[in-house]
């Protein structure tokens, strides 16, 4: 007999997700947050410390504004063209009074939707941008979805091994712009536990030792030069910084700098291969789903970014007309690994 699914009272994860419920009603993650919080650990990005969280960063960048040395710009700023960055683009412009020069990479699926949010908000805000975009991204992922890793691995993890390339050329910027500082649009420091995910590193470096013709692209001689590591600069993953508002955001981004999703049942405008990972997460039971959103909302929920009914409410039903366009995005994608939906 199967035992019964529970549902964390706060955070929404489930026992499927590979959390235990407490008999308090909520998860083990949440129930270790409120503990860290009882015992003085500072969460930069819990909305309850949001006055000196900002007072803190502010301090920072007053730091870096009045160095010596100066250049035309104070930081790089990473934008994926997702509400996040976008807001974090606005902020750094608006309240911090940054010079910035932003920077997209592109590995060859980013949405449309993503590229004009970007090229939107910059221009808005008068912003210089640089754009790269790295076409043997496709090369990787064809050995991924042919190999039948994608079943055990989310896409995006995956990606995240082939982002060298990116990270290098970003460094080179700095170097020649004389930029101390890099910042990311994301929480990618913040406290994110993903049970289900925690064994992607040694699932996708087995696959890498097993495919070496796929580490191709980390070794890529034209992007990954020598960069100068004696020049001090550090980096600022944003939202693991200040706590963010996500109503507030998506408010923002949109009646001001023109920024639109992927799609109405989204708040977020994720690469095309997001499509196919929309694709695999219908597919394949709840209980084998390896989507790293689910975790991401659940920390967006504890640390009082959003409210369980903000997920709700920006998760309508998707239009015919959407979903028939998700289908076709999805089987355009997969094309290039000589694959259909079928095939998954």
Not at 10 to 37: H, P, V
Not at 208 to 222: C, F, R, S, Y
Not at 236 to 243: D, G, L, M, R, T
Request: proline share 2%.
């Amino acid at each position: 007999m199967m035992a019964a699914i529970l549902m964390c009272e706060r955070c929404q994860l489930t026992t499927e997700d590979g959390i235990q419920i407490a008999s308090n009603g909520m998860c083990d993650l949440c129930n270790d947050f409120e503990q860290k919080k009882q015992e003085g650990y500072v969460f930069k990005d819990y909305k309850g410390n949001e006055s000196e969280s900002r007072k803190s960063l502010l301090t920072r960048i007053q730091d870096i504004k009045n160095r010596e040395n100066q250049g035309k710009y104070d930081c790089l700023l990473h934008l994926s063209g997702g509400k996040d960055s976008v807001m974090a683009l606005y902020e750094l412009k608006n309240i911090y009074d940054m010079r910035i020069l932003a920077y997209m990479h592109d590995n060859g699926f980013e949405s449309e939707e993503a590229k004009n949010n970007v090229k939107n908000a910059t221009d808005i805000l008068s912003v210089d941008l640089i754009y790269l975009k790295q076409e043997v991204a496709y090369k990787p992922f064809y050995h991924f979805f042919r190999s039948g890793l994608y079943k055990k691995v989310d896409v995006c993890a995956f990606c995240e091994f082939f982002q060298e390339p990116f990270h290098s050329f970003a460094h080179q910027l700095m170097d020649i712009f004389g930029i101390p500082v890099e910042i990311t649009g994301s929480a990618a420091n913040a406290d994110i536990q993903q049970p289900l995910l925690n064994n992607n590193y040694e699932l996708v470096q087995d696959f890498l030792n097993k495919n070496n013709e796929v580490l191709e692209l980390k070794n890529n001689e034209l992007l990954c030069q020598r960069v100068d590591m004696t020049i001090k600069r550090y980096k600022i993953n944003y939202w693991a910084e200040v706590p963010q508002d996500m109503a507030l955001t998506i408010k923002t981004v949109t009646e001001l700098l023109n920024w639109k999703p992927k799609h109405s049942d989204s708040s977020d405008t994720g690469c095309n291969l997001c499509y196919i990972q929309m694709l695999l997460d219908n597919k394949y039971s709840s209980a084998s789903k390896r989507t790293a959103y689910k975790y991401i909302k659940a920390h967006d929920i504890r640390m009082g970014h959003a409210t369980p009914e903000f997920y709700v409410k920006n998760s309508s039903k998707l239009t015919e007309q959407e979903q028939e366009d998700i289908i076709r995005k999805t089987n355009k994608v997969l094309e290039l690994f000589d694959l259909n939906a079928d095939d998954l």
